[in-house]
């Protein structure tokens, strides 16, 4: 069985807690391995939100079609099933 993390997204770049932190099992009849998400560190949180809130600008220029056919991709690319 193999074990993915689902990392924290900041910056553009993936973000891992150490294996010990992550408590927060995902299981899945559905799915051949197993996933885990983590939660943050106060630090992480902020850095986070900053993120976020940097690119909140551009996103909300994106336009609704855009917008949709890139959550679709996130969609498709965080499920293997699909």
């Known amino acids: 069985v193999t074990t993915t993390a689902i990392p924290l997204i900041i910056h553009g770049k993936d ?3 150490s294996n010990s932190d992550r408590k927060h099992p995902i299981t899945s009849t559905s799915a051949p391995h197993l996933k885990s998400f983590q939660g943050a560190t ?3 949180a902020i850095q986070a939100v900053e993120s976020c809130a940097s690119a909140f ?4 220029q994106t336009p609704p079609e855009e917008r949709r056919r890139l959550l679709l991709n996130l969609a498709k690319a965080s499920n293997p099933i699909h």
């Not at 600008?57 to 909300?60: A, E, L």
């Open 57 to 60: 600008p551009t996103w909300s």
């Open 15 to 17: 973000v891992l807690i």
């Open 42 to 44: 106060p630090d992480l």
